[in-house]
């Protein structure tokens, strides 16, 4: 019998979830069926807003729990609010919120490293570590619960020309704590997987998109184009079906080939 | 998922992964060929799959020779799955048996892909190769056998970024220990040995490698990627 490549009746949390890879990954999620996805965004308006937008699609519901989840008690707070309303279960976690900063070696602040490694690494890590508990309730052996991490072709390339360094270092860092959450998770019926995309417009890539030059990037990529949401929500809701069940501890690149074609640039 | 109207070639198609590949294949819509060195059993195999009307067909073909004319239809999907396991440490392999792991893993998955890309080129196919866990970690008695698998892996990014501006997509998947008549050669103790290495603690099934070549076979942005279906065993060593 094959396996179906769905996710429905299933909840979600999706941090980050109200737009670029995020949203993707709440699309993908509800046009598999999954019951309710749980979303997070720094920004309440723009939450609230995605909320409204994707609960007119008529597909599951959409929930905003705005919140900042560098705050770990605030992080703290919206997970034990979904354990409250799903009586302390939740089958997908897609721990995708991020941030970059670019600027030259020579004068890269500080406090720029230290905020994109806290939300891009410290705060997967809370994320998946206060889920936990909500997760292995859900997973079985055959239908393991998930969480997809979002790294990155960065994580692979040392490109700096955009100094983005603690970028690059961060999303290398998404890819080996996924293995090592994979290992420990593993046993408790909880599968962690990454997603490695290359370029994807979006508004935390544009402006790196337009300094390296949109044209050339599609040119130089072996499908000859950026990436678009549907390739995204196909990989998410992939991850998250029963037929993904014995992935663990992968880091799947979606780039259209350019990691591995030489004249590709990132 | 729709394979509707897609024909798919599957080296290795008369048991295991690539005969479950075959089958989810059809199941899914596609119209299937299997390759397979014994021709009553690849005839068996293709008479068995599902949809019967779509007109599967067993081919017997031995994947280390050069591929002769042939009359097929264009074919949307090339998955290499013809595979021999290694069963001895290096210093006891003969030199024979060193040639037929590279020419059946190894060659053969090149010279399939070769003979089909002209048609791939017109169909803007995809090709799905099968590598193996044991190509990325060290392990006794797989010498030859983890560098035929690794040699794939090579072959196939390669191949992604040249076909990939052409509309035809590579990517390899890299199977741990799946139930299969290759792994049932494991002797019980050292097999649940193995077990405990593995976070999720089981075997895969060749049904859950099969969905990754289907997944694989219809995204179209994922090219020069391998993605591990092992339960996490490769990071747990």
Redesign the interface.
């Given at each position: 019998m094959?396996?179906n490549?769905e996710v429905k009746g299933k909840t979600a949390l999706v941090t980050g979830g109200s737009r670029g890879l995020g949203l993707y990954a709440v699309q993908g999620l509800l046009k598999g069926g999954a019951k309710t996805v749980y979303i997070t965004a720094r920004k309440a308006s723009q939450c609230k807003e995605t909320e409204d937008e994707l609960n007119k699609l008529g597909l599951g519901k959409v929930v905003a729990l705005p919140g900042d989840i560098t705050n770990r008690d605030r992080l703290k707070e919206i997970i034990e609010e979904i354990g409250r309303r799903e009586n302390g279960k939740l089958d997908i976690v897609i721990a995708n919120a991020g941030a970059t900063w670019g600027a030259p070696f020579d004068e890269h602040p500080d406090e720029a490293i230290q905020k994109v490694l806290h939300l891009n690494v410290r705060s997967v890590f809370a994320t998946v570590q206060l889920a936990a508990p909500l997760l292995e309730k859900a997973g079985t052996?055959t239908d393991?619960s998930r969480v997809i991490t979002v790294g990155s072709v960065a994580g692979f390339l040392p490109h700096s020309e955009s100094g983005t360094f603690g970028y690059l270092a961060s999303k290398a860092a998404v890819h080996h704590l996924t293995?090592?959450l994979?290992?420990?998770?593993?046993?408790r019926n909880i599968?962690v997987n990454a997603i490695a995309p290359g370029f994807f417009p979006s508004k935390m890539a544009n402006g790196l998109l337009e300094k390296l030059g949109k044209e050339d990037m599609m040119k130089n990529?072996?499908?000859?184009r950026l990436?678009?949401p549907e390739?995204i929500e196909?990989?998410i809701l992939?991850l998250c079906s029963p037929?993904?069940?014995?992935?663990?501890?992968?880091i799947?690149?979606?780039?259209?080939?350019a990691?591995?074609?030489?004249k590709a640039k990132f | 998922m729709s394979l509707t109207g897609k024909i798919a070639l599957i080296t290795g198609g008369s048991r295991g992964i690539g005969y479950s590949i075959a089958r989810l294949f059809a199941e899914n819509g596609g119209k299937c060929i299997i390759v397979s060195r014994n021709l009553d059993s690849v005839q068996k195999a293709a008479r068995s799959l599902p949809f019967p009307e779509r007109k599967h067909l067993g081919v017997s073909h031995n994947v280390s020779q050069p591929w002769t004319d042939d009359p097929f239809e264009p074919i949307d999907i090339v998955v290499n799955a013809a595979g021999i396991p290694q069963n001895s440490l290096l210093m006891r392999l003969k030199t024979e048996e060193i040639d037929a792991l590279i020419d059946t893993n190894l060659k053969g998955s090149i010279l399939t892909t070769k003979k089909f890309v002209p048609s791939l080129l017109k169909t803007k196919g995809c090709i799905v190769h099968v590598s193996s866990v044991l190509g990325s970690i060290g392990s006794p008695g797989s010498s030859v056998y983890a560098a035929s698998k690794v040699g794939i892996e090579g072959f196939s990014r390669s191949l992604a970024a040249e076909l990939g501006p052409k509309g035809v997509r590579s990517n390899v998947i890299v199977p741990g220990l799946v139930e299969t008549d290759m792994t049932k050669t494991i002797a019980p103790k050292i097999l649940e040995q193995m077990k405990t290495k593995i976070p999720l603690a089981r075997l895969g099934t060749p049904e859950e490698i099969a969905h990754t070549a289907l997944f694989l076979a219809t995204n179209n942005y994922i090219n020069g990627a391998s993605i591990r279906v092992d339960g996490g065993m490769s990071t747990s060593l």
């Open positions: 094959p396996l490549f052996p393991p293995k090592s994979s290992a420990t998770l593993g046993p599968t990529n072996p499908r000859q990436g678009e390739d196909g990989l992939f037929a993904a069940s014995y992935i663990n501890g992968a799947i690149v979606i780039d259209g080939g990691r591995n074609a030489s | -």
